[in-house]
Antibody, heavy 124, light 111 residues
């Protein structure tokens, strides 16, 4: 059964870099069945897709965050990571990693499962 | 990319049905049959309940159903149960570069 678990600092200083790791259990990050996604949810708000990565070499980002975000895979540790630079208070949110289930040769994808999420607060 | 529009709240009595919408544009909901729905209880991660507009993952009760017409997708919960009280979010593929967008969310209350 696929499970994901986020980890990383819960507090980041303004203008600093947010760094999170997601460990994947039950499948390999090299699987053909999944992209791997980062999604965030601000307090009281809806989810926001940050980006997704596929082992085959594709990385996609939401346009509004593309200049500040890097998503990468560490196949030796079966992990994905998120780095977001120049953070401000508006980046305070619960950050989730998720399996981004893919169907080859189509654009059909869905997010399942999700990790439990980790709250990151941007504050001095 | 704008969030998909959902009514903030919906309600129904135990055993009754509730339907609520998710409205986008021809660039997302209307352009592709790639809508999914997620249920979120307080303090928990979202959980997939519908994908590909109207397909249920294994383990999701039959009382959850999805549909789409034009730029609007809908989720129906039939035979409301107390445990269905939660926030619900839609999501759609939104074109090139794997772009995805979520809805603003609907809080369902079981009366």
């Amino acid at each position: 059964q696929l499970q994901l678990q986020e980890s990383g600092p819960g507090l980041v200083r303004p203008s600093g870099t947010l760094s999170l790791t997601c460990t994947v259990f039950g499948d390999s990050v090299t699987s053909d069945d999944y992209y791997w996604a980062w999604i965030r949810q601000s307090p009281g708000g809806g989810p926001e897709w940050i980006g997704s990565i596929f082992y085959g070499g594709y990385t996609f980002y939401t346009p509004s965050l593309k200049s500040r975000v890097t998503i990468s895979l560490d196949t030796s540790k079966n992990q994905l990571s998120l780095k977001m630079k120049s953070v401000t208070s508006t980046d305070t949110a619960v950050y989730y990693c998720a399996g981004d289930h893919r169907i080859p040769s189509t654009a059909l994808t869905w997010f399942d499962p999700w990790g439990q999420g980790t709250l990151v607060t941007v504050s001095s | 990319q704008s969030a998909l529009t959902q009514p903030p709240s919906a309600s129904g009595s135990l055993g009754q049905s509730v339907t609520f919408s998710c409205t986008g544009t021809s660039s997302d909901v209307g352009g592709y049959n790639y809508v999914s729905w997620y249920q979120q209880h307080p303090g928990k991660a979202p959980k997939l309940i519908i994908y590909d507009v109207n397909k249920r993952p294994s383990g999701v009760p039959y009382r959850f159903s999805g549909s789409k017409s034009g730029n609007t997708a809908s989720l129906t919960v039939s035979g409301l149960q107390a445990e269905d009280e939660a926030d619900y979010y839609c999501s759609s593929y939104a074109g090139s570069n794997h772009l995805r967008v979520f809805g603003t969310g609907t809080k369902v209350t079981v009366l």
